[in-house]
């Protein structure tokens, strides 16, 4: 036996179709749209009931020439096929081969989401996954790991969608390349797969590289609408994130997608989102986090616990959509249990995406994110919600605070234990890498822990760390950073501080005669105006102007912008009751002459005044005040009165008598408020966790239901196709009884009438109104006393009975009685025939009559062809040596059989014309006498043909031998 070779893996494209209820209606529209395609295989992924038997593959085959089968496990793709996911299993792809494990028999299971996850590992370069109609949320999380792997993201128009659920759920992911109608996405597949080999995959590329200017606006538009500085990322990564996009909305070129961005605003959600990837799962590199809690963790909870009132600090930028804050927080907590002990924790988790930290603040998250993380951890610190997903626990979610925070632009934490900034460094350049490290250092306490990505290292700040664990990139802080560069420390006030509030004053779509206007006075300010600082009536600081650094002292501890942290001691008490002063009288107030030293290279004293100007005085309430550092060579514009010491000491006096005024009534209103609070908190907690728990059952029901609802849908719609067919059946039954013209009768397992051709009432006494009557109650026509009790028999012998019977006016009638199963193969149907069957009595009548005549005779059709024989003629063929009637039985011509027999040619020549003749009814009747001898003897035959009216003719041959005289015959002819 020769061995088969080994087929190489399939290498072609792969369109993974996941749908849900209403997705045979989208399935069969994509598919008849789509012309065969030999290079590519489709895979269906269907939630389908675990007991119902999938007629997908039948109902597909109808709108596609591509073969169509129901997947098996091991089964290795090849292209120009579809591969429809059998009832009750899981499907997953590896090495090219479909892979199948039985479906859990409880709990919810997301067929899309493991199929799109696995094919995201498997070729993300060759893959396509596509969304269509379906109600719930599976198949997102598989379209996030798709996308991120770099593969194509489809996804049905939900205004097309029967139900638009889950369409609705991938598309707010902002992840989808094209949300179109089915016919839609079958032209843009294979679009894709028609130009995946000439369309270039790359805009790294030197070509467009040179578009510098191009690229330099792009990231200027990114600055200005989403607030983040772009220009800090590294190009490539910027242009391969960008590429997916161009290629999605057609753009050929840089500047062109930036006049997209400019006009299309759903647009630069969709770039968000494709910048800034939330690539994230809980203990995402298992060891990498048993590294940290084996060599960081335990010495900090073990040492800490003699230091129990000092809560320990943790920071996780860039934390995404919290999976990793979560998991350090699951960690620290398991800790303390361990050892016995409750610790304050203070837990920040940042990043520059608000979407991203809505959902971590939500908690919510699907089961696929749960891959390392073991099932006893995740049932301790999560409440299942029903159809995959987990809420995340109270007690858990209120240890940890998400906000908002670039760690490129806004101040650092300060004072921490523990920093975990993974896979961030790695998508920024060189110097901003070493920007982050330099304030992640600052941030950091002597001991504490920096934990980076497998792909990242601290190489800003090599000699401050300590390697814990080179390979998982563990660090330990030895030395403290107690200062900053200015560029690393007020970078995040010039622009943290102008992005939040200056977006009230300033526009980003100022014309060109404000932008010039703007730089004008900025450019005044900076050469002839003294340094100021913008603050708020809370002294938060808000914008500085002009050389304000050598005023600011930056000391160690929580980052603060309130100007009493940032002023040099002597000068803060001076400026604090100019502001009181201000605010009060609502007019500017200066201060006499002060001497402090300067923060600049010269390291000097200098003497200066200190001027605070209200703005909007003619407000209720002074919101905004400007604080100015003159020099005293600077005459103002306006007289101001100068506040002397003794004026300084008595407004002092003033402002502390009103403090402890308004601290005593503060203090008040306070306690009682903190009653009143702990009351309706306690109220409010016991409601909120009885709605909770309802809210979690209502949840986990309604995804219960809505998973059957589909179930039942796509077995609906099966349904349907086949009830479409039955009837289509029933129509071409109805039309084969109408055509066969026979009496039927059809009767129910109660023997009542169901159904009767109009044939039948020759033999019953039907009408309309009988339908449903036993047939019992009908009299017939048939000298058949027994019919009703073998129609009773009939029921319980499946085996047909038939009897031939004569009616009352003479006429014969076969008729059979059958009965049939349903699908449970009872007997609970029968159908009766009867068959007119007179004219076959006649035929046997006719064929008796010419068996008992001594001639032979035959009956010839208009072509000479013999129909009918009597037994006369059988026994002289057989005579003759014609035992089977080869030469001379029925179907034989016999004008060719005259042709070839041996009576002479004058005989031969007369039979032929006189028997033409009379087939042709040129002559009603033809008569020969012929010899016919044998070497015995010498015989004489009488031939007489007659014509048929309705075409042909009988022959009959009489023997005359014995009975003429041979001399007489010449005479006779």
Not at 14 to 42: H, K, Q, Y
Not at 416 to 434: G, H, K, T
Not at 638 to 647: A, H, N, Q, S, Y
Not at 735 to 742: F, H, K, P, V
């Amino acid at each position: 036996m020769i061995k088969p070779e080994k087929q190489s893996a399939f290498a072609g494209p792969i369109v993974a179709l996941g749908a849900s209820a209403g997705g045979l209606d989208a399935l069969d529209r994509f598919f008849a749209s789509l012309a065969p395609m030999d290079n590519t295989a489709f895979v269906v992924i269907q939630h389908l009931a675990p007991e119902h038997k999938t007629m997908m593959d039948t109902l597909l085959a109808r709108h596609t020439r591509m073969r169509v089968m129901v997947a098996t496990d091991e089964l290795q793709l090849e292209g120009g096929h579809v591969y429809v996911i059998p009832p009750g299993a899981t499907m997953t792809i590896s090495g090219g081969f479909l892979r199948l494990v039985p479906r859990p028999a409880t709990g919810i299971t997301l067929p899309i989401n493991a199929f799109f996850n696995s094919l995201a590992q498997e070729a993300p370069e060759r893959a396509i996954g596509i969304i269509l109609s379906g109600t719930g949320s599976d198949g997102t999380q598989g379209a996030l790991a798709l996308n991120a792997a770099g593969a194509w993201v489809l996804a049905q128009d939900p205004e097309t969608a029967r139900f638009d659920g889950m369409p609705r759920n991938v598309i707010a992911t902002g992840v989808v390349d094209h949300v179109l109608s089915p016919e839609g996405l079958a032209v843009e597949v294979a679009s894709i797969v028609t130009k995946s080999e000439i369309r270039p995959r790359s805009l790294v590329g030197s070509e467009h590289l040179r578009e510098e200017v191009s690229l330099k606006s792009v990231l200027q538009l990114f600055s200005g609408i989403m607030q983040i500085d772009f220009s800090q990322y590294k190009p490539n990564t910027l242009l391969r994130r960008l590429e997916r996009r161009m290629n999605a909305t057609g753009m050929v070129n840089l500047q062109g997608y930036a006049d997209f961005l400019s006009a299309h605003a759903e647009e630069i959600e969709a770039l968000r989102h494709e910048l800034l990837i939330p690539v994230t799962r809980f203990f995402r590199d298992p060891e990498a986090f048993e590294a940290l809690s084996a060599l960081a963790l335990e010495n900090l909870i073990a040492g800490r616990q003699q230091q129990s009132n000092e809560p320990i600090r943790v920071w996780v930028p860039a934390c995404s959509t919290g999976e990793e804050a979560y998991s350090i927080a699951i960690m620290l907590l398991d800790l303390m249990a361990e050892y016995r002990c409750d610790i304050p924790m203070k837990f920040f988790a940042t990043d520059v995406e608000p979407a991203y930290l809505e959902r971590a603040g939500a908690g919510r998250y699907a089961e696929a994110q749960f891959e390392n993380m073991p099932v006893e951890m995740r049932n301790r610190w999560f409440t299942a919600t029903g159809v995959g997903y987990w809420q995340v626990r109270p007690e858990l979610r209120q240890r940890i605070v998400f906000s908002r925070h670039d760690v490129l632009a806004d101040a650092p934490f300060t004072q921490l234990d523990l920093i975990s900034c993974r896979n961030m460094l790695i998508y920024l350049q060189p110097s901003a890498q070493d920007r982050v490290i330099r304030r992640l250092s600052y941030a950091l306490k002597v001991g504490g822990t920096l934990f980076l990505g497998t792909s990242e290292n601290p190489s800003a700040s090599d000699n401050d760390y300590l390697p814990l664990d080179t390979r998982q990139k563990i660090y330990r802080l030895q030395h403290r950073v107690t200062t900053l560069p200015p560029d690393d420390l007020l970078m995040g006030f010039n622009f943290s501080g102008r992005a939040r509030h200056a977006k009230n004053v300033y526009r980003t779509d100022q014309t060109a005669t404000r932008s010039v206007l703007f730089r004008s006075l900025e450019s005044l300010v900076r050469h002839y105006a003294p340094p100021a600082m913008l603050i708020n009536a809370e002294r938060e600081l808000i914008h500085l102007f002009g050389d304000i650094q050598k005023f600011l002292r930056f000391r160690p501890g929580d980052a603060s912008l309130d100007i009493l942290h940032l002023l040099p001691q002597n000068l803060a008490p001076v400026v604090v009751t100019l502001l009181h002063s201000a605010v009060r009288e609502k007019q500017p107030q200066k201060s006499r002459p002060v001497q402090i030293q300067t923060n600049d290279h010269t390291n000097g004293i200098q003497e200066l005044h200190v001027t605070i100007w209200p703005l909007d005085t003619d407000a209720v309430r002074i919101e905004y005040l400007l604080v100015c550092f003159e020099t005293p060579a600077v005459v103002p514009t306006e007289k101001l009165r100068v506040l002397e010491d003794i004026d300084l000491s008595s407004i002092s006096s003033r402002q502390v008598e009103d403090l402890e005024r308004e601290l005593v009534l503060t203090r008040t209103n306070l306690q009682d408020t903190i009653q009143e609070l702990g009351t309706t908190n306690e109220e409010l907690q016991a409601a909120n966790e009885e709605l909770m728990a309802a809210n979690e059952e209502l949840q986990s029901t309604n995804e219960e239901l809505q998973s059957v609802n589909e179930e039942l849908h796509t077995i609906n719609a099966e349904y349907q196709l086949k009830i479409s067919e039955l009837n289509e059946a029933n129509a071409d039954l109805e039309s084969l009884t109408r055509a066969a013209q026979i009496p039927l009768i059809f009767l129910d397992a109660e023997l009542r009438l169901t159904r009767y051709t109009p044939q039948a009432t020759q033999l019953f006494r039907f009408r309309e109104s009988d339908i449903g009557r036993p047939i019992t109650d009908f009299n017939h026509g048939l000298v058949y006393p027994e019919l009703f009790s073998e129609i009773s028999a009939a029921l319980e012998d499946p085996s047909p009975r038939q009897r031939e019977v004569r009616d009352e006016s003479g006429g014969n009638w076969l008729v059979t009685i059958l009965s049939f199963a349903n699908h449970q193969r009872e007997l609970t149907r029968l159908v009766i025939s009867c068959v007119d069957v007179s004219s076959l009595r006649d035929i046997k009548r006719l064929q008796s009559v010419l068996d008992a005549l001594p001639a032979h005779i035959a009956v010839l059709d208009q072509n000479g062809t013999i129909q009918i024989i009597n037994q006369s003629w059988r026994v002289f063929a057989e005579s003759n040596d014609d035992h089977v009637l080869i030469q001379s039985g029925v179907g034989i011509n016999y004008l060719d059989i005259c042709r070839t027999c041996d009576m002479g040619d004058e005989y031969k020549h007369a039979l032929l014309n006189g028997l033409s003749a009379v087939l042709e009814r040129q002559q009603p009747h033809f008569m020969i006498l012929y010899p016919c001898h044998t070497p015995e003897q010498q015989r004489w035959f009488l031939m007489h043909a007659v014509a048929l009216s309705e075409g042909g003719c009988v022959v009959a041959y009489f023997n005359l031998t014995g009975w003429i005289d041979p001399a007489c015959v010449l005479s006779f002819r």
